[in-house]
């Protein structure tokens, strides 16, 4: 209750935290000795740690706080003055954009191409076909291919088979931590790569088509009707 105890419970609100904002109540968290990062509402993060002791160290309740506050509802709109003051937006005055990661990216696209495995449980599986670690199979784009013909698994990224030797391409394009070593999070980079693959990778061409074999998108009956359900489908 007065030690270990509620140093874990710091850590685990931190973590949540930097999973919605993108930047931890604490800003190194991997490091909260006399070298790491001061908190910047350390009020919050005490108070955030004795919710979740006193809910029982569940999760979920806390996750459930965090996206009900005002901080994480603000939009991006900018303020100029409190942007002069805040340019990092330390204090939160209003909302970061924030990216996918390379899961959720990936698990988008099957998602809206109606073709994700929501299956839950199971044994790890290899998110692409390859030949040998780092030899990528040839793939030829047809028409009449098929996920076991173009080599990708459509079940959720969670469930991938992780050789560090072999990263599947999203994660390597898109800021994957490095499996060798522990990270506390992950850096956002941006990079021509990432634009590339979103145009040529073979697992988002075929996306494009099975999005557009989805039957409700086939029931549509003009092309400004189909335009809408692909909106309403993507966003």
């Given at each position: ?64 706080l965090i996206m009900t506050s005002r901080a994480y509802q603000q939009d991006t709109s900018a ?23 390379a899961e959720a990216i990936r698990d988008s696209l099957l998602f809206v191409s109606g073709v ?120």
């Amino acid at each position: 209750d007065h030690g270990a105890g509620q140093l874990l419970a710091r850590v685990i609100v931190n973590r949540l935290w930097q999973h919605h904002f993108g930047l931890g109540l604490v800003a190194t968290p991997n490091d909260f000795g006399v070298q790491g990062a001061k908190p910047t509402h350390p009020e919050l993060l005490d108070w955030l740690a004795a919710e979740l002791i006193r809910g029982g160290w569940r999760l979920k309740p806390i996750h459930q706080l965090i996206m009900t506050s005002r901080a994480y509802q603000q939009d991006t709109s900018a303020d100029a003055a409190k942007q002069k003051a805040d340019p990092a937006n330390a204090l939160l005055a209003r909302r970061t954009p924030r990216r996918l990661e390379a899961e959720a990216i990936r698990d988008s696209l099957l998602f809206v191409s109606g073709v994700l495995d929501t299956n839950m449980f199971g044994k790890p599986v290899p998110l692409a076909r390859s030949q040998g670690r780092g030899q990528r199979v040839s793939m030829v784009l047809e028409p009449t291919h098929r996920p076991q013909d173009i080599g990708y698994t459509t079940r959720r990224t969670v469930y991938g088979l992780i050789d560090r030797a072999d990263l599947p391409e999203v994660f390597n394009h898109f800021d994957f931590a490095n499996p060798e070593m522990p990270s506390g999070r992950r850096y956002e980079t941006t990079v021509p790569q990432q634009a590339l693959y979103l145009m040529n990778s073979p697992l988002v061409v075929e996306q494009a088509r099975n999005l557009v074999a989805r039957p409700d998108f086939k029931a549509c009956s003009t092309d400004a009707d189909k335009l809408r359900r692909l909106y309403e489908i993507l966003y």
